[in-house]
């Protein structure tokens, strides 16, 4: 509701009034299933407060919002962004409620960067465009089976993928 928003964004308010006192800068991140995850909430966050946006691409496809129109509204705003990559099909169903979240995790819903569909290479180049000079995390989100596992592959072709979009 309206009112609620209003209080979020208080409370938001409340702590970029922190993070000012200290030096230190705000970004919401944007995820799927919370209040604040397409273009539409996040022009509201922008509009109604000062804090800027983390913008995490899998999160952004997974919610089925597109990446590139956030940067389109949040330029200028972005702290920073975490570099991951998604199953469109797993997150569209995750998203229609054909398929819970956790099974989809379980079911590889995070790609190797560069092998989902999230196309990460328009989102960096659009970002450069928009004049982001900040910080890039790269996530590599996945269930292990068993403790004997280990992600060192799929952080390493996530790496071999997105060193030479940021060169």
Do not use: K
Not at 90 to 102: K, Q, S, Y
Not at 104 to 133: D, H, K
Not at 142 to 152: E, F, S
């Amino acid at each position: 509701s309206n009112a609620e928003w209003a209080h979020l964004l208080n409370l938001i308010g409340s702590v970029q009034h922190v993070c000012s006192r200290h030096r230190l800068r705000l970004a919401v991140q944007p995820r799927f299933g919370t209040i604040i995850q397409g273009p539409a909430e996040i022009e509201r966050l922008l509009v109604g407060s000062e804090a800027g946006v983390c913008v995490d691409i899998a999160h952004l496809a997974i919610a089925g919002a597109d990446p590139l129109e956030v940067i389109d509204i949040a330029a200028g705003r972005i702290q920073h962004v975490h570099v991951n990559d998604v199953d469109l099909d797993l997150a569209r169903r995750v998203r229609e409620g054909a398929l819970d979240f956790d099974d989809a995790v379980t079911r590889n819903l995070y790609r190797p960067v560069g092998e989902g569909g999230a196309n990460v290479a328009r989102v960096v180049e659009a970002l450069r465009s928009a004049n982001y000079r900040g910080w890039y995390t790269l996530e590599q989100e996945t269930r292990l089976p068993g403790p004997d596992m280990r992600p060192l592959g799929r952080i390493s072709r996530s790496l071999e993928y997105v060193v030479p979009l940021l060169s």
